[in-house]
């Protein structure tokens, strides 16, 4: 099993930054998938970004150049990051950080809302 614990999100104006971070912690592997996905009122959930273990990333068309996923790691968990810059309202969201096993199973955060709005 695998816990994931987000923490930040909040209220931005337009324009403004915001940070999110997610610490899983439990059955950690070397070999994992960890990122992020945001779902806004009446829409579905979607891709913003994913890294993996091997350095690989991956963001949504909508986010390049303004978001930033990275990844720490010791002995005891794994925490990812999501640096978010040039906030717009269509960002908002309710973030969910997710991690996806060596086995490929997929865990999810309790979500936390992100709201940009003047």
């Known amino acids: 099993q695998v816990q994931l614990v987000e923490s930040g999100g909040g209220l931005v104006q337009p324009g403004g930054s915001l940070g999110l971070s997610c610490a899983a912690s439990?059955?950690?592997?070397?070999?994992?998938?960890m990122g992020w996905y945001r779902q806004a009122p009446g829409k579905q959930r979607e891709l913003v970004a994913y890294?993996?273990?091997?350095?690989?990333?991956?963001?949504a068309d909508s986010v390049k150049g303004r978001f930033t996923i990275s990844i720490s790691r010791d002995n005891a968990k794994n925490t990812v990051y999501l640096q978010m810059n040039s906030l717009k309202p269509e960002d908002t969201a309710v973030y969910y950080c997710?991690?996806?096993?060596?086995?490929?199973?997929?865990?999810w955060g309790q979500g936390t809302q992100v709201t940009v709005s003047s």
């Open positions: 439990g059955s950690i592997f070397s070999i994992y998938t």
């Open positions: 997710n991690y996806i096993s060596h086995t490929a199973r997929q865990y």
């Open positions: 890294r993996s273990s091997g350095g690989s990333t991956n963001y």
